[in-house]
Structure formats: C-alpha cells, structure tokens
C-alpha cells in the first residue's frame, strides 16, 4: 500500500473545485441547478407579468422574447438536466452498493462544463442582450434575422451539451460495471433503472443537437449556408436534428422523476413496488418509443399526411406504457400503509397532474386535432403539466427523500408541506387555465394579446397562480436555511428505507460503503430486514479502499472553452486559439500525470458504521 | 379520455383514503410482486382505446392534408408571410391584396403558403387549424367557410418582435358580394384612379408607390393597398381610422417593431397638410362595395 496516505486537507472552495466525489459533485449540481431554476422561475414570473392583462407594457416585444427564451432555455438545459443529474450523482451509486462512479475525472469534468456553457448563456444578459428566438432556436429567425445574442445560446449550449454527453456515459459506464455482487440488473432499484435508461437516450440524443449546434454556429460565425434557403440550405433539417434530440430530452427529463416516485411511492406505502417488472420493461419501451416520435412536433411544418398519421400514432403509443406505470404506482399503495410525509406527498401529487399532462399529450398526438392546439396554449399547457407537474414535482420529492442522506440533516417537515401545497395549488391555478387560453386562440409566445378575445380572466388566474408557485419556493429556501441551522443528526434509515442507500450513514463517508455489500434481492435493505438482520452482509473483507485523488484539471478545461468561444463570438482568432490551447494542454496533462489514487484505512475512522 | 381520467382518480381517492397509515397500526403489509392478470388488463385496454382513437385520426389527416390546387371549383390563394404582415394573390383572379383575405362562402379555397423571410404560421382558428409557412417552400392548404363573416386569423410561429401583433382577418362573403370584390379589384388595376385629392395622390406616387401597390402598379416590397379604405385594421390590429393611420404613417416602427424590412417613418419627411392629405387619399381608396 504504497500510496496509503490521505491526500491534504483543502479549504472548502479548493475542495469543491478539485473534488471528484459523487456526492460532492452531486451538490455541485444542486447548487448551480438550484441557481438557474431560480432564475428561469424569476423569467417565467416576468412573463407572467407581463401577460396579466391585455395590452400590458411591463415589457416590449424584444424584451419578452428575451427572456421567453432565457426561460426556456434555462429551464430544460440549465435547471431540469443538472439537478437530475444532482439526484443521479448523490443518490444512484448508493443505490447499487458503489463506492463512487466509473469515471470520477469524467464526473467533475462533466459537471463544470455544463457550469460554464451555462453562464456563457447567461453572460448574454450583460452583453447586448440575450437569445431571443425561442428555446428551439429556429432559422432563418435564429441565423440572419438575429442578433449576436444567439451566439451565447450555440456556443452556450454546445459547452453544456458535452458536459450532459459526459454525464450520461459516465452513469451507463456506473451501471454496467459498478454494481455490487449480487445487484443483478432485475434487482435494480426503479430510480437506477429510470436514470440508466435516461443515460442511453443521452447517449443517442445529445449528438443530435451536438450536430444542428454546429451547424447553426457555423451558419452565424462563418456564413455557411445549412439553414439558407437562398443559397441551397434548407432551415427545416434544424427542426429534424433539434427534436431528434428534443423529443427524447423530454423522456431523458421524466424518466428519473418515474424512478424518484417509484421509490417514494413503494417506501411511504411500506410495500414492494407493484409489477417491478413491468414497470422496467415501460421505462424500456418509453425510452425507445421516444425516438420515433419527433415529428410530432412538426405536424403543421408540411411533411404530409403519412408522416404525420405515422408520428401521430407512434406518440399515441406512448400511452401504453406510461398507463402501466401509473397503475403500478395506484396498486403499489393499494393495501399498503401510507405515510403522508413531504416527499410522498410531491410524489402521489404527481399522479394525478401527470394523469393529466399523458392525456393532452394524446389529444396531441392526433395531427388532424394538433392543427389546432399546435403553437397555442394548450402546448403549453401540456408541457408544463409532464415537466413542472412530472419532473419538478419528481426533484421535490426525491430532494425531501433524499436530503438527509445528501446533507445529514432532515428537511423540515411543517415548513415542506406548506412548500407542496402553495406550489401545487399555484401550478395547478397556472396551467389548468392556459388549456382552454389555447383552445380560445391564444398562441404561445406572443408578448400581449388583445382584449375582448375572451383571454382576461384565465392570464390573470394564471398570474395570480405563478405568484403562488412562487410563494412555494420560497418557503423551501427558508426550509433549506432553518434546516441548515440545525445539528447534522439525521439517522442513516429516517424512513424505514427499502434500498441500499439507506444501509450506510446519512450524509455517507467518501467512500460510501466500509465494504461492498452482498446483495440478496430487489429492495435489497428490506430484504435484509424482513431476514432479520441489523444491515447489509458484507461481500468483502474490512481493508483499505482505494479512491481518485481531486484534480482541478477539470475546472481549468472547461474555463478553456468558455475563453475560447468568447474569443469565436467576437472573432479575435488568437484568443480562441489560447482557450483551445489551455483545454488541450490539460487534456495532455492529464494523460501524461500517473495519478495512482490514494488509500483509505477505514478502520482508522471513528464513528463510522456501515 | 374524461373516462380514463375518472378511473384513474375513482382508484387514486378510494387508494389514499382506504390505505392511508392509521394511528397505532403495525405489522407490515403484504408485499405484493404483482399481478399479470391486472397487467394484461390495463396493457389491453388502453391499446384498444387507442384504436379507437387512430382510426378517425388517420382519416382525417389524410383529409385535411387533400390537395385542391388543381380543383376547378377551388379558388386559388398564394399565401406569403412576412415580417408583419400577410400577402394574399388570386393568380387565376389576377387579383393582390394584403392582410384582409376575401373568399366567397361554401366553396373551397386552396391555399399555397410560404414566406419571405422567417417561419410563420397561418391560423384561422375559426374556419381551419395551422399550417407553418416556410421561407423557400410551398405548403398546400385549404380552408372553407360555411357561413359569412369575419374571422380572426393570426400568426402561430414565433416570427421576432412583433409576432404577437401579426394578425389578420378572413373575410367570408356570399358568391355574389366576392365576384363584385374582384370585379372591383380588377377594375381599380385598369383605371388610372382619377381622384378629388390631387395632392394626396401625388405625396403617394413621390413617397409609397415604389413598396406600395395600388392595382398592379408599384411595388411589392409592402403590403399591395389597392382596397385600404375598406381595410379592418390599420396593421392588421389597429382600429380603421384616420388618426391610427396617420400613426402608423408617422412611425411604423412604434406600432411594431423589429421588421428586418422596415417602412420609413414619414413623420418628419411630410409637411402636416401632405400627411393629412395622403391619409385622406388612402382611407378613400375603396373599390366598389
């Protein structure tokens, strides 16, 4: 054990700067996501706002379009992506009995360049104004009828994008190779499951937009000719290449809530998850069903009737599945005790918004109805039911399940339900209305609309019910801070927990398990409850455990790229180059340095059970 | 789908009520792997429902997505999109206008929609559902109005800064009022438009014609003006009167921004009586009704 020494004590920022740590990593995550979900919710407020009454002037056209945009923007890549991944990162290695992720280098590298795609996004507020084309960015409108803000949003995202591609192989790599003796893939908790499917449609789906980003950046920074109808390109293939990947985003947002309320579900009813089977082979058939349904975005684009009956009955086919999993979750409760704590309140909320979210999703899978709700309200509506209704309300309850392993400290729970109830009453006041604004003729991201269209009153419910998803918030910021006031002294199993995550304490030691556990079953903790035993059977002897030293290559990688594009944004060439330069030299750095890790002794720590 | 939903929420409530944990209850319930009987139900069902469902859906995008272009009974509209506004050609007419677009009732219109700059979308919520109109292809289109009146139609797609403010209106008349319509229209193209105002005719000739049409001289940069007096709006939003359009004359750029082919504001390049005369001028260029 040559190298048997822990490495140096850092201070708290170097620490979280260099760590490769699951956990820490996933915190990382939580923080920088927990940032721009706040931002993205203070955009939608202003939207709101704006759209309280008819003709309003709180905002102009080119202002609202900004930050309509940002809004979106923000949302999917920069609030949804990064906390799931947060979720991923602190909870799915406990899940499988890991000590940490396959590629903890990768994991850190990931995670910051995301960091840094997302404030070059945001950097365009300070600098002539942001994007302003919508979240899906269409040309011509994104190319030659745009500002330079739209460079922020190619190259923003671009950066991001790899960091999300990173994520998403380093948690398939996890899930394949990491998994303790024993865990067999039937064995795997629905969270492990959800999130290994959601990392294969990353896999697949990223690339996609990876290409259409390339293309749409050399068609601003260089005048190619991709998307220019004038000189032979054609602007519909960036609607392809962006549903391609934007289509299965979708799944790759509400997979993992499908996991985090599978869990929750079967812990707070004190039963098995109902047809674990079948809801694995839904997750499954989900993720691949979500690649053959990107047109349906496009009904109205003119691709034709075959196209559309095709893509419209391939979504509609969705709904087996989903239907599946919902009746999975009823009969999971069905004869079960259920405990109404914080977390299993956001998780059987969900139910019925979801419910609601599948069934418009039908409505519009028919191209013939779509016409209509196509670009209105109604898509709004139905969008912010499966992603605020299914995701967010997924992250809510996974972040109070999971908490006081992430932190060691249980979130309040007085102050949790106040947190689920303004949120889901103000959702539900926000977006019930939007259906029928849509079904009314109101299109989606107009900047005012008229009056006497019958529009009034449902905008002013909808305002009056942001502001009450608002309220909801920050109720649980100030839990976040009462919480945080209080000693660190929560058990390692608060709920009476069912998987691996909650057989070691809460918040775990670096190297999660003292020794690998033997797993015996699905719900492997209960399994080894119900045989009468204190905790997990190791499947190792006590010994020293290896870990990957902390290294801030990373960190200095992705600061390269975000140099480098402002250097292409505002073509000084010399300083893209050096940016280039800076990300390649760490690349050779870290090729060239034999890092061999370090040991852990733990025997040595005090007070450690596992 | 109400059906689907009520099942759901029958079983949600009667779950949360009949299961929930009460006080001083113990032991552990039942644990449950499932139940293929129960599986197979829910699997089947909603597989049948949606049958149901794909039957008429394909029938009828096949028949929204029927092609009348080549329909003698059709009339013909060439639909193009642009930066705020909407341009409307007869081509078997002979015959242009711009964000009033005129069909007779009960006969079907075949629509040919594209666009000069950005992606819009055409929507008349009333008489037919969206079609997207693209920069560089043709999509075809139909719609039918079975009675008369008028009916609100706006832009779907996300088109830039004024987006929200590119609507327009289809105007549903009976056969005989449409033929008079076009008959007018035509006629205003052979007449060299004699008028009480001189002035304000040749503020227009000096200043408008070369983007503004009238008949089928002058240019087609802006909308064709040929009926303006019988217009809905003035920018295809506005009420019809002379103190908008002197507005939108003064600074067009005010009423809706970010057009990548702007008009000039005129404001200040017109003396006070010019401006009142052109606008006299145009809220007089009506053909006969």
């Known amino acids: 054990m040559g190298h048997s020494h822990a490495p140096k004590k850092k201070g708290l920022l170097m620490d979280y700067l260099t760590t490769v740590d699951h956990k820490k990593i996933g915190i990382l995550y939580f923080v920088a996501g927990g940032i721009f979900f706040l931002l993205g919710g203070l955009e939608a407020l202003l939207l709101r706002i704006q759209l309280i009454v008819p003709n309003n002037t709180f905002l102009n056209g080119a202002t609202f379009n900004e930050i309509m945009t940002m809004h979106g923007t923000t949302m999917i890549f920069l609030a ?11 909870v799915l290695p406990l899940q499988i009995g890991a000590r940490d992720v396959a590629f903890p280098f ?12 997302g404030v070059l996004v945001n950097c365009s507020w300070f600098l002539g104004g942001s994007p302003d084309a919508g979240w899906t960015a269409y040309p011509p409108l994104s190319v030659s009828f745009s500002g330079f803000s739209l460079d922020f949003y190619a190259l923003g995202l671009q950066i991001a994008g790899i960091g999300t591609l990173i994520g998403g192989i380093n948690f398939l790599a996890t899930i394949v190779n990491m998994r303790a003796p024993g865990m067999t893939f039937m064995r795997m908790p629905l969270f492990t499951w959800t999130s ?70 079967s812990t707070f009813s004190k039963k098995r998850l109902f047809g674990y089977s079948s809801m694995v ?24 009737p075959v196209a559309n009956a095709l893509f419209g009955i391939s979504t509609m086919l969705i709904a087996i599945p989903t239907g599946i999993k919902i009746f999975n979750w009823l009969f999971t409760m069905w004869g079960g005790q259920i405990r109404f704590t914080t977390a299993n309140l956001w998780a059987v909320g969900f139910i019925p918004t979801f419910v609601i979210g599948g069934m418009t999703g039908v409505m519009l899978a028919a191209p013939a109805a779509d016409y209509q709700y196509h670009d209105t309200y109604f898509v709004v509506a139905h969008f912010h039911y499966v992603i605020v209704g299914g ?6 309850s996974g972040l109070y399940y999971w908490w006081p392993k992430m932190f060691g400290r249980m979130l309040n729970e007085t102050l949790g339900k106040w947190n689920f109830w303004f949120f889901f009453i103000g959702f539900h ?3 019930f209305p939007q259906h029928f604004l849509g079904l009314m003729g109101m299109q989606r991201r107009i900047f005012t609309f008229f009056p006497n269209q019958g529009l009034d009153f449902g905008n002013l419910i909808s305002t009056i019910g942001a502001f009450g998803m608002t309220i909801g918030t920050i109720i649980f910021l100030i839990n976040i801070a009462v919480t945080n006031s209080k000693p660190k002294n929560a058990p390692a199993d608060p709920w009476d927990g069912r998987t691996l995550e909650w057989a070691v304490p ?67 060439v010399p300083v893209a180059i050096i940016g280039a330069l800076i990300t390649l030299f760490c690349m050779l750095l870290r090729s060239l340095i034999d890092d061999p890790g370090y ?6 720590e005090k007070g450690v059970e596992a | 789908m109400v059906f689907v939903f009520v099942v759901v929420m029958i079983i949600f409530t009667y779950v949360l009520v009949r299961y929930r944990k009460r006080p001083g209850q113990e032991g552990i319930p039942k644990q449950v792997e499932g139940s293929h009987t129960l599986e197979i139900i829910w699997t089947t069902i909603p597989i049948i429902l949606l049958i149901v469902i794909a039957i008429p859906t394909v029938s009828t995008t096949f028949a929204l997505a029927k092609n009348y272009w080549d329909d003698p009974d059709a009339i013909k509209v060439k639909v193009t999109a642009h930066q705020f506004w909407w341009e409307f050609e007869y081509p078997d007419l002979g015959v242009a206008t711009a964000q009033d677009l005129h069909i007779p009732v009960g006969k079907k219109i075949a629509l040919q929609i594209s666009s000069k700059d950005v992606i819009h979308s055409f929507w008349v919520p009333a008489l037919a559902g969206k079609m997207d109109a693209n920069p560089g292809n043709i999509n075809q289109f139909w719609l039918q109005a079975d009675k008369p009146g008028v009916f609100k139609g706006k832009c779907a797609e996300l088109c830039g800064y004024s987006h929200a403010l590119m609507d327009f209106k289809v105007i549903a008349e009976d056969q005989a009022a449409f033929d008079k319509w076009i008959a007018g229209m035509k006629a205003a193209e052979s007449a060299q438009a004699p008028t009480s105002n001189q002035l304000g005719q040749q503020v227009y000739a000096q200043n408008c014609l070369a983007c503004h049409a009238i008949g089928n001289q002058g240019g087609k940069v802006g909308p064709n003006l040929t009926d303006f007096g019988n217009r809905q709006t003035i920018a295809g939003y506005l009420d019809h009167n002379a103190d908008e359009l002197k507005r939108w004359i003064s600074n067009p750029d005010e009423i809706k921004a970010g057009a990548k082919v702007k008009m000039p504001a005129f404001g200040d390049k017109l003396k006070p009586e010019e401006m009142d005369a052109l606008v006299d001028y145009l809220m007089g260029l009506k053909v006969a009704q």
Do not use: C
């Not at chain 1, 290896?546 to 290559?553: A, F, K, V």
């Open chain 1, 196 to 265: 290994f499917v959601t990392s294969a449609l990353i896999l697949f789906a990223f690339p996609a937009v990876t290409v259409g980003l390339v293309l749409l950046s050399f068609d601003r920074l260089f005048s190619a000719n991709f998307f220019n109808v004038a000189n032979g390109g054609n602007e519909i293939i960036w609607q392809h290449l962006f549903w391609i990947f934007g289509h299965p985003e979708v799944y790759i947002l509400i997979l993992p809530a499908f996991g985090v309320i599978s869990d929750v579900i």
């Open chain 1, 429 to 431: 006041l926000t977006f």
């Open chain 1, 391 to 396: 995701m967010v309300f997924g992250i809510f």
């Open chain 1, 106 to 117: 990768l994991n850190s590298l990931g995670f910051w360049m995301f960091f840094f795609g």
């Open chain 1, 281 to 304: 082979f839904a997750t499954v058939l989900i993720g691949f069903l979500g690649f053959m349904v990107w047109a349906h975005h496009m009904f109205t684009v003119g691709m034709g």
């Open chain 1, 599 to 604: 040991h852990i002794d733990p025997t040595e």
């Open chain 1, 80 to 90: 949804a992506m990064p906390l799931l991944f947060g979720l991923m990162n602190a």
């Open chain 1, 506 to 572: 809460s918040p775990p030691p670096e190297y999660n398990f003292k020794q690998t556990p033997q797993v015996r079953g699905y719900d492997a903790l209960w399994v080894e409850k119900m045989a009468g035993n204190k905790g997990m059977i190791p499947a190792e002897p006590l010994g020293h455990i290896h870990m990957p030293s902390g290294s801030i290559l990373p960190f200095i990688m992705s600061v390269g790229l975000f140099i480098a594009s402002f250097g292409l944004m505002y073509e000084k």
